[in-house]
């Protein structure tokens, strides 16, 4: 029998989403005890949805795991758009992901978001002989992946960068396919920038795309740019960070060139936050702030707002309590940017109050 780490690892090769329904809905039925040695009693709390937290659900499921065998976490990336799905027909405890629910999802699965961390998408780029970050704005960017910006020495380019010796090479866009955050995430931030974008494609975890080619996974996104000569994507800054990939700086809605970064991230998000501090399922996007970084989101957990299992319940409720508390100081160590404590605050007694 295979254990089930093979299994994780074989959900990757799934293209389907009935197979990956399928999968998870008999995960979350078994309950993974058998799978759990003598634990025959263990609950085993699944989670699906985007790839851009992938690794630090994973790195949060190593740990929270050593804490208690009868409580146990595994996560799936699957998509956004799959992963609430998955949690509005009860197929696992949570989702995770970058977009925001629509009024008809809260109500259809009586979800709600909750952050989990702060999360930046940065433009990625391979251009040989280029070793500055590169400055880019809402404006070009959408150009580019509107399939109008064509080369690496176009006139729209040279104008933000130029001490930059570019190259006359012809631009390879690299986009990800339909149901993903960081779809979400980067097509909002060029609908609020680019009147062109925002009326040609607009805001969508599944934009139409009129030129380029897909790359499903983050970690595959940061791979093919790093493999191909003249390409240019978007993904989670700790990809690009782990995957040694230049990013670029972006111009934020004051006008600074601004690098992602924990500081910048979180600058974003009290601009939007401050002085209440619960709006939970904000757009952190193009905010106001001298340092904000612009293509900031969060990351949301989506959660059904009641149970009718109060043993899992628990176990959830143990899970998020930890992921607010330890589980913080654990992404803080690995790169990402920890949400600002007063928002933490009302986000804890927010989860608390859940089934």
Not at 32 to 53: D, F, K, M, R, T
Not at 160 to 187: H, M
Not at 283 to 288: D, K, Q
């Amino acid at each position: 029998m295979k254990t089930f780490i093979s299994e994780i690892a074989s959900v990757r090769s799934f293209r389907r989403p009935s197979a990956l329904r399928l999968w998870l809905s008999l995960v979350f039925v078994i309950g993974l005890g058998h799978l759990l040695g003598s634990a025959q009693e263990a609950i085993v709390l699944v989670g699906s949805g985007s790839s851009v937290p992938a690794p630090l659900y994973n790195k949060w499921a190593q740990e929270y795991n050593k804490r208690n065998p009868s409580v146990q976490m595994k996560y799936v990336p699957m998509g956004t758009s799959e992963g609430i799905t998955q949690v509005a027909h009860s197929s696992g405890d949570f989702g995770a992901g970058e977009a925001q629910l629509a009024a008809a999802e809260r109500k259809a699965g009586d979800l709600i978001e909750l952050p989990s961390v702060l999360i930046g998408i940065v433009p990625i780029y391979n251009l040989p002989g280029v070793h500055t970050a590169l400055r880019f704005n809402g404006e070009l960017l959408a150009e580019i992946f509107l399939g109008e910006v064509k080369t690496w020495n176009a006139p729209q380019i040279a104008k933000l960068n130029p001490d930059t010796s570019l190259p006359s090479l012809p631009i390879k866009v690299i986009y990800r396919p339909a149901g993903k955050g960081s779809n979400y995430v980067f097509s909002e931030f060029l609908s609020k920038t680019s009147s062109k974008f925002r009326t040609q494609i607009g805001t969508s975890p599944s934009p139409k795309w009129p030129v380029g080619a897909p790359a499903e996974r983050s970690s595959d996104m940061a791979d093919k740019v790093k493999s191909e000569t003249g390409s240019i994507g978007y993904v989670e800054a700790q990809y690009a960070v782990k995957a040694n990939v230049p990013h670029g700086m972006v111009q934020n809605a004051v006008g600074k060139y601004v690098e992602a970064s924990p500081e910048s991230l979180k600058a974003a998000c009290d601009a939007v936050e401050s002085p209440g501090w619960d709006k939970f399922s904000a757009s952190l996007s193009n905010a106001p702030g001298a340092d904000a970084f612009p293509i900031t989101s969060f990351t949301w957990l989506y959660l059904r707002t009641t149970s009718s299992d109060s043993r899992r319940a628990s176990a959830l409720t143990d899970l998020l309590n930890w992921m607010y508390t330890d589980g913080q100081r654990l992404a803080s160590e690995d790169g990402y940017a920890e949400l600002p404590p007063a928002l933490l605050a009302k986000v804890k007694t927010k989860a608390s109050s859940l089934h």
